[in-house]
């Protein structure tokens, strides 16, 4: 067997963003998503020698353009490229999207094979463009054979991510991405790919066949008076997620509003603070987590609100019955939380 044929096979899907940005044609200026998967590997030296490389150009636009539906049909065509052979996938897109596109993955891909979402937060017409060695690494982590069995995984920086945990936490930095709950789980140095925290995977989901559940996303701030918290049943939402203050508090003043609503339509209690796990039993006030909980709302556990959405539209969108979606909900968070196993598995 020759070095050719010893090399791990990996796709690499790109979805434009930054890391796809180019020059635009228009007299406004600035970039737009322009480059397709080929003009992406080509750019990057060496890659070939990590792996035999298969690109596709899936999507070209900014990330905040695409649909959970996208990503629904992106994983099918992950899952089928898993059953040809393929031992690893990478992900391109923009980067202020990219934990909630992750988490899609990592909810509805049920292979043990990696998956990669990377980007870039420089575009490829600066002299320090980021793209190229997030790409590099993305694929040597999707060619590891110690990457298997983590779910979906978020490269950037030299650093290694899991999806469930990972948030986008500056506007323009090089080192946005961190996983403020537990840390990277593992990095790259020197070309090797080192993987110090195994994660238990989360509980697959099937995926949405006539598309994704519109659920509501609703902030709690200062002084709020819960007057968005009416229309919402109005709208056509099959659900919602309320981020509360801290460990899942809303202001007394709200919380008529917020136990109607779960008695129309399945509601989760998240945290706005981006990262912690949501209080249960704690605090007993009108507004508190123990309140809330005892009217009818789910736990978001460690979930933030993004990706309680996330998963509350993916369950909504295949289930109708309040009872079972309730169980799937708690299930899946369930099966993302840290165990006391002495292998260090989270």
Known sequence: ??????????????????????????????????????????????????????????????????????????????????????????????????????????????SAHPVVVTGAMR?????????????????????????????????????????????????????TFHSPSCGPIGWIVEDRVRIVVRVSRLATLTPPVDGAAAVALVTMSLGDDGRQLGSIGELGFAGAVVEGFGGGHVPARVVSGIEDLSRRMPVVLAS?????????????????????????????????GLKARILLSLITSVVTDRSRIREMFAATVESMMPTESPTATV
């Open 272 to 304: 706005r603070t981006g990262s912690g796990e949501l209080l249960q039993g704690t605090y007993g006030f009108p507004g508190s987590e123990r309140d809330l909980l005892s009217r009818g709302l789910m736990s978001a556990g460690a979930l933030d």
């Open 123 to 175: 575009n490829p017409t600066l002299v320090s463009a980021d793209g190229p060695a997030n790409l590099l690494a993305a694929v040597r982590v999707a060619a590891s054979t110690v990457s298997h069995d983590l779910g979906t995984l978020v490269v950037l920086n030299d650093e290694v991510h899991a999806a469930r945990f990972v948030r986008k936490m500056n506007s323009s930095s090089l080192a």
């Open 1 to 110: 067997m020759n070095g050719q044929a010893e090399r791990p096979r990996v796709l690499v899907f790109s979805l434009g963003g930054t890391i796809a940005s180019t020059a635009g044609r228009t007299a406004g200026g600035g970039v737009v998503p322009q480059l397709d998967a080929l003009d992406l590997t080509s750019a990057v030296p060496g890659l070939d020698d990590v792996a035999a490389i298969s690109a596709v150009s899936f999507r070209q636009v900014p990330s905040g353009d695409l649909t959970i539906e996208d990503l629904v049909s992106l994983a099918r065509e992950i899952e089928l490229a898993f059953s040809d052979g393929v031992d690893g996938v990478v992900v391109t897109q923009g980067t202020d999207t990219i934990e909630e596109t992750a988490f899609v993955l990592d909810l509805l891909i049920s």
